[in-house]
């Protein structure tokens, strides 16, 4: 079973209990002596790290490990503070945002974000592909192929976290919030399998995307991501 661990909660001195998720389901399991740096399977107390896993049943209340490969771990890649943030960041939206029996939904979502992490994408870049990813999961439906009030395709010139989508010339009211290449950054990566920069655009443009989006989910949730602040600093 391929899993991508999500929590890691201590129990007694070295042992652990593990949320992780596939891609269909949420589940915990009880790692012996994890907590252990000579214990053969000490990775899986590292956040995202992603493994292939057996479990057996077990007298407690949890399936018991029995056997772990490593696939990947974000600790086995060069990182620095915004790429740790973003690490942070990922983790506190999975946690505060989806209920434990539905945080497999973002299975994908993380895998390719953790892949662009390894690769050197921008951490920007990264946390815009993957916000704006979830929040479909969250309820909030996102129109990026036409005016959402019309039905329009020509003249996009605006964005609207508020009604949900790409906004025409003829629709959108008074100034507008967002260029070109600010719109072509949210329609390429709510529609693409991965973060997707574009060329020129600038670190400020990228931010101004990312505060509103984060007070859109402080109002529409009622949580703010603190990480996300933090790396926008």
């Known amino acids: 079973m391929e899993i991508i661990v999500i929590s890691i909660a201590q129990y007694k001195e070295k042992d652990a209990v593990i949320n ?3 891609d269909n389901k949420t589940i915990s399991f009880y790692a012996r002596g994890i907590l252990s740096p000579r214990n053969k399977n000490s990775f899986l107390s590292c956040l995202f790290t992603k493994a292939n896993i057996s479990l057996i049943d077990g007298k407690i209340k949890y399936p018991i490990l029995e056997n772990a490969e490593l696939i990947s771990s974000p600790m086995n890649a060069n990182y620095d503070y915004g790429y740790m943030t973003t690490v942070m960041l990922l983790n506190e939206a999975i946690i505060r945002l989806f209920p434990e029996e539905e945080r497999f939904l973002t299975y994908d979502i993380i895998s390719s974000s953790l892949e662009a992490l390894k690769n050197n994408v921008n951490p920007l870049i990264i946390s815009t592909f993957f916000l704006f990813k979830i929040l479909p999961l969250l309820g909030f439906g996102i ?3 036409k005016c959402l009030i019309c039905g329009s395709k020509k003249q996009i010139v605006d964005f609207s976290f508020i009604e949900g989508g790409f906004l025409c010339a003829k629709c959108a009211e008074g100034d507008h919030r967002y260029t070109n290449k600010q719109l072509m950054l949210i329609r390429n990566n709510i529609l ?3 973060p997707e920069n574009i060329p020129d655009i600038t670190t400020d443009e990228v931010k101004s995307i990312l505060i509103d989006l984060n007070n859109f989910v402080e109002e529409g ?7 996300l602040d933090t790396l926008l600093k």
């Open 143 to 145: 129109e990026v192929n």
């Open 221 to 227: 949730i009622g949580f703010r991501l603190k990480q």
């Open 20 to 22: 992780a998720i596939t």
């Open 192 to 194: 693409s399998n991965k």
